[in-house]
């Protein structure tokens, strides 16, 4: 086929991507030549190229866009790359039902480190994070999308692990508030993963559900009790000051005013 040809041949085949030498055999030329052949189906914006090598076809409603929605190529992309990865922090959270949550940015664990790239109208940011490659991911997603995203349980741990990705504890306790109330089954799935983080996640998990959330699972303050580290820090960027919350086992060093 001609390469105008190749997205609509793609969308119409659900083949969601392809590779150089997808391109080279379907338009029957060299794979140098490849990128040149579609550059003018680039700048159409009816194809796209995430990563070296890879071709994405963008569906007409997303070509004023540039690029298609990062969840319907993610997966695709990394598995092109080699790469384990899990969406999480806000972009998880949203998808959970966190209606606050409109995040800025597309945030993905991945298991190596990994430049962030802008695709189309999306800011894609990738952070190393050592669990992902045994974290479980939400079936519904992964059914519904293709994608890895982290469940609603594990996405409450990595808000409240890496709380400077999500602008602030303020925001973290919003999430973390909307998300145990939008999904029923999350603690079991906050227990599962709990051990893949630094005991200050899940205290804080406990502690702001108790503050803001209605009460906290006895489940999470019995695995919280448990734990034999020193007491965490609410903010770990706030200054190291602030009254004991005994129960928790959490230093409160910072005023946190959810958005509830």
Not at 13 to 37: F, I, Y
Not at 163 to 188: D, H, K, Q, R, W
Not at 204 to 233: H, K, M, N, W
């Amino acid at each position: 086929m001609s390469a105008p040809e190749l997205s609509d041949w793609a969308l119409s085949h659900g083949v969601t991507s392809l590779t150089t030498e997808d391109v080279s055999h379907l338009c029957g030329v060299p794979t140098n030549q490849v990128p040149q052949r579609l550059a003018p189906q680039r700048q159409r914006s009816r194809i796209f190229s995430p990563a070296r090598g890879l071709w994405v076809p963008v569906p007409a409603e997303y070509r004023t866009w540039g690029a298609p929605d990062p969840l319907l190529y993610i997966d695709d992309m990394m598995r092109h790359l080699g790469m384990g990865y899990l969406v999480g922090w806000l972009t998880a959270a949203a998808r959970h039902g966190a209606s606050h949550q409109a995040p800025q940015t597309f945030q993905v664990a991945t298991s190596r480190n990994l430049r962030d790239r802008d695709l189309g109208r999306s800011r894609v940011r990738f952070f190393a994070r050592s669990y992902v490659v045994s974290a479980p991911c939400s079936q519904r997603d992964l059914a519904n999308t293709g994608a890895r995203v982290a469940t609603s349980g594990m996405t409450m741990l990595m808000l409240a692990a890496d709380p400077g990705f999500c602008g602030g504890m303020g925001n973290v306790a919003t999430a973390i508030v909307e998300l145990s109330e939008e999904n029923p089954g999350y603690v079991n799935e906050l227990l599962a993963t709990a051990a893949f983080f630094a005991d200050a996640a899940p205290r804080r998990v406990g502690y702001i559900l108790e503050e803001f959330g209605g009460g906290a699972p006895d489940s999470l303050r019995e695995y919280c009790a448990a734990l034999t580290s020193q007491p965490s820090y609410l903010s770990p960027t706030s200054p190291k000051a602030g009254a004991l919350d005994r129960a928790w086992n959490v230093v409160l060093n910072e005023e946190v005013d959810p958005d509830l």
